[in-house]
């Protein structure tokens, strides 16, 4: 006996593939910052948006630079290098706020904000208090390595 498995399932079920499919969030890549001139690779954590800092003037010199200037002791022995700095930021497509964002050149963790001005530019701002903020702009500078995105 063959088993008939109507058009229409067989069409639903190419067309819509089972589970969920993440999509890459359009800031996904390697960004430029002033802070150092760091290099920090945006990327999807889950249904939120994280980055690691991947490179800076100061890492080129001396990459085994441990995390010094944190203001808690206890993680103070850990390596900056691919340290995430950006995290569970939320929203998009052009802005993503709610997170955090981390700057080792100080050892401050800020609230974070993150703005599309265009394709390759983004108005990153941190918060100490609602209304004592910074902003600064990162450059785009590539695709992450194996991304598709771009």
Not at 5 to 19: H, N, R, S
Not at 97 to 105: A, E, F, I, T, W
């Amino acid at each position: 006996m063959k088993l008939a498995i109507p058009a229409f399932v067989l069409a639903a079920l190419i067309l819509c593939p089972l589970g969920s499919r993440s999509v890459a969030s359009p800031v996904d890549g390697v960004w430029h910052s002033p802070d150092d001139n760091a290099e920090i690779e945006l990327f999807d954590c889950g249904d939120k948006l994280c980055g690691r800092l991947l490179s800076s003037d100061h890492l080129k010199a001396h990459p085994e630079t441990a995390d010094l200037r944190n203001t808690n002791t206890a993680l103070r022995s850990r390596q900056i290098k691919g340290l995430v700095i950006v995290s569970a930021l939320s929203g998009g497509p052009t802005t993503w706020r709610g997170g955090k964002l981390y700057r080792p050149l100080d050892g401050h963790t800020y609230d974070g904000k993150l703005e599309v001005v265009d394709t390759k530019t983004l108005k990153v701002t941190g918060c100490v208090f609602a209304g004592l903020c910074d902003s600064q702009t990162w450059i785009w500078i590539r695709p992450s390595q194996g991304s598709t995105n771009r």
